[in-house]
């Protein structure tokens, strides 16, 4: 076992740390003011950078100064290379990180505080876990805003990923390569104006995403592969997101998307692949869009619920046994659902009404198309109040 402990309080910038340190080592590192510092850990089996009793820091008290940055690698290209993990704290402006981890078990956990903090110019990726790597897990906590952070696990199987971000305009980028992979994420307020994109590939994963508090959120999802959950909640004003799962199985256990959206003017936008993909919107507040194209296969499942005013919905499902219903209560609401194939259902409900001035609710139905007719279609739709409009084609 070797430990080496580097402290430091100068306000100079240091030159680069650099240790190449065997099996079992640790390092503890105590910065303040504007600080660099390069930890190397190669052949790592059980090495620490920091603890979590004992995490590295590089403070600059959240002041103007700034511009601290730490790059950490462990490395080990043998089959052997387990537990190294890396605890530290940034606070302050623009701190940068890179950690480079290799081995299974690993983990890291970083915590940043202050503004424009995120990830080094020239690195792919802020933390990124190698290849084949197995049982691997990622913390970041960050308050403060304008924060850039890019986390990729790159392959093995049950590795997990917890984001939180504090603040406003952050931006979160993740990709896991894998088998069940698990995605916290949450962008929680007082917060207006943050990104996350998320991207998963291969099997049974599972993604939570929680965009909380003002408005403008974007959220993009990308699961490619079978099994595969999205579970996205959104609170504010004009929150938008874009969810993509393709793959889809082969049984009754496909893709799962689920968006939660309340406020007003919000966009969720859907597409999924396969066989048994299930997909549940709910929007509440005015000016909603809600659209679920290329639901493609068999036996897929839409439930689109949409409350208050000026509400779209828009659904295309092509395959067969496929079931779709919509919901929409209020005034001057818009459905748009077509199902392409045989053996498909759909039942819809606008309640609400217009005005004697304008129209209420319009529901537009197709089943099949005259190149493309199909057969043992079902429609059910009612509506209830006044001024309404609904046409069925099949």
């Known amino acids: 076992m070797k430990t080496l402990f580097l402290t430091t309080t100068s306000l ?19 910065q303040t003011g504007t600080q660099t510092a390069d930890i190397v850990q190669e052949n790592a089996n059980f090495g620490q950078v920091g603890t979590k009793l004992m995490p590295f820091t590089q403070n600059n008290g959240g002041g103007a100064i700034g511009g601290n940055v730490i790059h950490i690698v462990q490395s080990n290209s043998g089959p052997d290379s387990a537990f190294n993990t890396v605890n530290g704290i940034q606070s302050g402006t623009t701190n940068l990180a890179n950690v480079n981890q290799a081995g299974n078990t690993g983990s890291v956990i970083i915590q940043q505080s202050g503004t424009n903090n ?8 802020t933390i990124e876990q190698k290849q084949t790597a197995d049982h691997n897990h990622v913390e ?14 790159e392959g093995g199987t049950l590795n997990t990923l917890v984001a939180n971000q504090i603040g406003n305009t952050n931006k979160i980028s993740t990709s896991q390569v894998g088998d069940h ?6 962008q929680v307020g007082p917060s207006d104006l943050n990104q996350a994109s998320i991207t998963q590939v291969n099997t049974q994963h599972e993604l939570t995403l929680t965009q909380d508090d003002g408005g403008g959120h ?3 999802s990308n699961q490619m592969g079978i099994h595969n959950t999205a579970f996205i909640v959104q609170h504010g004003s004009s929150q938008t997101v874009f969810n993509t799962q393709s793959g889809g199985g082969l049984d009754t256990t496909g893709n799962t998307a689920t968006f939660t959206q309340t406020g007003y003017g919000n966009t969720a936008n859907n597409k999924q692949s396969g066989f048994s993909g299930k997909a549940t919107f709910t929007q509440g507040g005015s000016n909603n869009t809600a659209t679920l194209t290329d639901q493609i296969g068999t036996g897929n499942i839409a439930l689109l619920v949409q409350s208050d005013e000026h509400n779209t919905v828009t659904l295309i499902q092509d395959g067969i046994l496929n079931n779709a219903s919509s919901m929409q209560s ?10 392409y194939g045989s053996n498909n259902l759909i039942i819809g409900t606008q309640s609400g009404g217009g005005t004697t001035m304008a129209l209420g609710n319009t529901a537009t139905v197709t089943q099949g198309t005259a190149a493309a007719p199909s057969s043992n279609n079902v429609a059910n739709y009612s509506q209830s109040g006044s001024g309404h409009v609904l046409v069925i084609r099949q």
């Open 12 to 30: 100079l910038i240091l030159a680069p740390v650099s240790a190449a340190l065997a099996t079992g080592s640790t390092t503890f590192l105590a």
């Open 118 to 125: 995120g990830h080094i110019a020239g690195y792919t990726h």
């Open 140 to 153: 970041l906590y960050e308050i403060g805003n304008d924060n850039d952070f890019s986390i990729s696990q």
């Open 181 to 186: 992979l698990s995605i916290i994420a949450n």
């Open 218 to 220: 974007i959220a993009n």
């Open 330 to 339: 209020g005034s001057y609401q818009v459905a748009v659902l077509s199902q």
